[in-house]
């Protein structure tokens, strides 16, 4: 895997995520030199989207199985420890304990070969 350009969290390989709902982690270091973990996911044919593991509610991870985040009867990544709804897209959370609060998103663009995505901070949130 190439290494990560100096404002990328991590380089990551999209190949995998052919469906809805499809997700992988990746680790990252964050700007105190702390590791993290992303999760990136194939919302649809066309939108990845890549955002912290962390659900604003207790900072408790979203799930260990990445497979698992996606609900595709109303397209939303779910909290499996208190069952928290996120929409994909913005991060936010529609319904549950943390109703109104936001994932971390990450911005993702072409990598530097054909199925890697660069991962990097976004600065929204």
């Known amino acids: ?13 999209s190949r995998p995520l052919q469906e809805p709902g499809d997700a992988c ?4 270091t964050d700007t105190s030199g702390r590791a993290g973990r992303g999760v990136l996911m194939r919302v649809d044919d066309h939108t990845l989207v890549a955002f912290d593991d962390h659900c604003p509610h207790w ?3 979203l799930g260990e199985d990445p497979s698992r985040l ?9 909290c499996a420890m208190h069952g ?4 994909p897209r913005s991060g936010l959370c529609h319904t549950g304990l943390c109703e109104g609060q936001h994932l971390t998103r990450f911005q993702i663009r072409e990598g530097p070969t054909a199925g890697l995505v660069i ?3 976004s600065g929204l949130f």
């Open 119 to 121: 991962v990097k901070r």
């Open 1 to 13: 895997m190439p290494t990560p350009p100096a404002d990328a969290l991590a380089i990551v390989d």
């Open 70 to 78: 996606f609900d595709p009867r109303d397209a939303s990544v779910v």
């Open 25 to 28: 982690h990746f680790a990252y």
């Open 59 to 61: 900072g408790v991870p």
């Open 84 to 87: 928290a709804r996120f929409d």
